[in-house]
């Protein structure tokens, strides 16, 4: 099975910036898809970002021109760059792949 390790979380003004990154280990070697998702108190966790295999990325119209997600492949990670933050972006930011969720890293934005 997959471990999923999120890292890079922390507290920023609005319109300041973080990267998020995933790391992947255990038995699996490869992963086609990854995703970052992530849940504000009270509410249900949703989609951010997906990433494939070959780079073709989907957002949630919310972040999208402000977030990136990448992958390195070679390193088994994932990235969110986070720009622009705003207040509602407020949550804790979860990865998803190959049937694994990783702890979660809390991300707060505000003044």
């Known amino acids: 099975q997959v471990h999923l390790v999120e890292s890079g979380g922390g507290w920023v003004q609005p319109g300041g910036s973080l990267r998020l990154s995933c790391a992947a280990s255990?038995?699996?070697?490869?992963?086609?898809?990854m995703g970052w998702y992530r849940q504000a108190p009270g509410k249900e966790r949703r989609r951010v970002a997906i990433?494939?295999?070959?780079?073709?990325?989907d957002y949630t119209p919310s972040v999208k021109g402000r977030f990136t997600i990448s992958r390195d492949n070679a390193k088994k990670t994932v990235y969110l760059q986070m720009n622009s933050l705003k207040p509602e972006d407020t949550a804790v930011y979860y990865c998803?792949?190959?049937?694994?969720w990783g702890q979660g890293t809390q991300v707060t934005v505000s003044a």
């Open positions: 998803f792949g190959s049937g694994a």
């Open positions: 255990g038995s699996i070697f490869s992963i086609d898809v």
């Open positions: 990433i494939w295999s070959d780079d073709r990325t």
